[in-house]
């Protein structure tokens, strides 16, 4: 049993991690050629506006799913840092319970966002669900490595760490 | 008494520890249940939706990547080695090294982490090895980052033209003088601290040749800062794309050009820039429903309310919000305070006359500030842990650096002209 979870757990994150470089990469060639394009109007590209945000929400949220995954989403740790390790594990269940519930919200609304648009964009005549859908579908996971953390939290065996940012 | 509500409790959860975005996300969450009932959650989702996928963001994943391309492909190494020729022998030389190479390497990335991170490892093992000791070149390194976002191109400036509906362009200008006048203002510090603590001297110029190579193999490095800017100025690119011309400049020359770049380096690297933008990223899409709470529960008229009590004088109200952003910056991240700050505090400066890119200069040189102030500053951590000594190490050497960037926050929120001539002279997208 525990060998099959750690497969799936693998394949989650190892399909995250190349559909994110994916996505970034799709971007790149996007934006490039719109910088080329502009200067040499050969063609147009289809769709770009379509393609750049269906790529763009996956990158986001997949990405996200995978910090989520590691428990490195950024933190800050300053009070919890100086409490015993008593309080500190019970501060870290509330938080992995409020995550929990959060990532609950996502995944409720935003099936009901998925379902109630029923749009198609204006070009590609994508269904705009495959768009919409990246929230609930990462949500799902996210809720369900909370509960993993939740676990390991209550038996002691890890916590979430902080982990810096870049944009600063 | 919403107001309250909202705005400590968004700080309270986030100084508890809840992940940055989650806590925007929940406070929102909350809000919207307590105000308006369950049901409108769905508004929640359309609301990050639209925040994650407003194009302008599209360049943070670009110059993150282009920074992270420069420092794994040797391309940082070269602007350190061209900053060394600029001081010669004087006194403290490799600090203000360190200072001019940030200058460089900021009108490339962006990011005042990726500079700590990147030329932080060189600047820092230099200084170390010409006899500094690791607290001061871990503190000087740390608090010349800060420069980065300041000067074109900036994700901080991205981020708030985003948010704010204000022209990045007009921004990316208006960082220039500003950046410069900190790079001055640190330099001048360390001269002073140079002769007090007698540091040593720089090496002087090696042989011509040695120059004129270390100056040719640098040049295409060199050329990237004003190509960004030429290539989004002459309209070739919007400063979005512009971020991807910046990375694909970047690879090339670690690739190609320099050849320090291998093919599965590339891939790391493009991993790890996607994972950071994630860290940035996941917090704006929550902002954005947050941002959309304040805004319907009126809080930033309530803000702007209880300011004016305290004074009808715009000068008054900006040094009270320049202090509580300080305040604000020594606890929570800076793109948080952003995030918690601009919706509250745009109308407020718009109504005391402020132009909004003056109010983004003020906003981002006070988060980076925050950046090298304790307890909560991330460049601090970053130097920390490459010098492996203590946060409370750098924290004592800080306070002088710390005090000139201060004063040059004061110049440049009570002289707007510092921020607005450029981009006024130019015609970029300044209101007034």
């Known amino acids: ?168 | 008494m919403l107001v309250s509500a909202v705005l400590i409790g968004v700080c309270v959860v986030i100084m508890l520890g809840v992940p940055i975005a989650v806590a925007l996300g929940l406070v929102a969450i909350g809000t919207m249940v307590a105000t308006v009932g369950p049901d409108l959650l769905v508004i929640f989702i359309q609301r990050t939706y639209a925040g994650t996928t407003s194009f302008p963001l599209l360049a943070i994943p670009f110059f993150v990547l282009a920074g992270n391309l420069m420092n794994v492909g040797g391309t940082t190494e070269r602007i350190f080695q061209v900053a060394q020729l600029c001081m010669g022998r004087v006194r403290g030389g490799l600090a203000h090294v360190n200072v001019i190479g940030s200058v460089i390497f900021a009108g490339m990335s962006g990011s005042a982490v990726a500079d700590a991170a990147g030329m932080g490892v060189i600047e820092h093992r230099a200084m170390t090895k010409a006899g500094y000791t690791s607290r001061f070149a871990a503190t000087i390194t740390a608090v010349s980052s800060t420069i980065g976002p300041i000067i074109p191109p900036s994700i901080p400036f991205v981020i708030y033209g985003s948010l704010a509906n204000v022209s990045v362009g007009a921004l990316f200008l208006a960082g220039i003088v500003p950046g410069l006048l900190m790079a001055a203002s640190l330099m001048a510090v360390i001269a002073l601290v140079a002769k007090r603590m007698d540091l040593p001297r720089g090496e002087g110029l090696p042989p011509l040749p040695v120059v004129r190579g270390i100056i040719l193999r640098a040049l295409p490095a060199l050329l990237l800062p004003p190509a960004i800017l030429v290539v989004i100025f002459t309209g070739i690119a919007t400063p979005t794309e512009a971020a991807v011309v910046a990375a694909g400049y970047a690879f090339v020359l670690g690739r190609f050009v320099y050849r320090e770049l291998a093919w599965s380096d590339t891939l790391a690297v493009i991993w790890d820039s996607a994972r950071q933008t994630a860290q940035v990223m996941f917090i704006i899409a929550l902002a954005a429903p947050f941002g959309w709470v304040l805004v319907q529960q009126q809080i930033p008229n309530a803000v702007l309310a209880s300011l004016l009590t305290l004074s009808s004088e715009p000068w008054v109200i900006l040094l009270v919000i320049n202090l509580v952003l300080l305040l604000f910056g020594m606890f929570i991240e800076g793109i948080a305070i952003m995030i918690i700050a601009y919706p509250v505090l745009l109308p407020v400066i718009t109504q005391i006359g402020v132009d909004p890119v003056h109010f983004g200069v003020i906003l981002v040189l006070n988060i980076m500030i925050g950046l090298v102030t304790p307890p909560v500053g991330l460049c601090l951590y970053v130097m920390a842990g490459i010098a492996r000594i203590s946060i409370a190490e750098i924290t004592r050497e800080i306070w002088p650096y710390v005090l000139a960037l201060m004063g040059v926050l004061l110049l440049i929120t009570f002289v707007p002209a510092i921020s607005l001539w450029l981009p006024q002279a130019l015609g970029y997208g300044v209101a007034r």
């Open chain 1, 1 to 168: 049993m525990m060998r099959v979870l750690t497969g799936l757990d693998r394949l989650i994150a190892g399909t995250c991690k190349v559909a994110a470089i994916a996505c970034l990469l799709g971007l790149f060639v996007l934006l490039a050629l719109a910088i080329v394009l502009r200067l040499l109007p050969l063609f147009t590209i289809p769709g770009y506006d379509e393609l750049v945000e269906l790529l763009f929400i996956w990158l986001v949220m997949l990405t996200s799913l995978a910090l989520w995954r590691e428990g490195v989403l950024y933190r800050v740790m300053l009070f919890e840092d100086l409490m015993p390790a008593a309080a500190k594990r019970l501060v870290e269940i509330a938080i992995n319970l409020a995550m929990l519930g959060f990532a609950l919200v996502l995944v409720v609304y935003g099936l009901d966002f998925t379902r109630m648009s029923g749009e198609t964009t204006p070009f590609l005549r994508l269904d705009k669900a495959w768009f919409y859908g990246a929230i609930p579908a990462c949500a799902a996971l996210m809720a369900v490595y909370s509960l993993v953390w939740l676990w390991r939290v209550a038996t002691g065996r890890g916590a979430l760490e902080s982990s810096a940012t870049l944009a600063g």
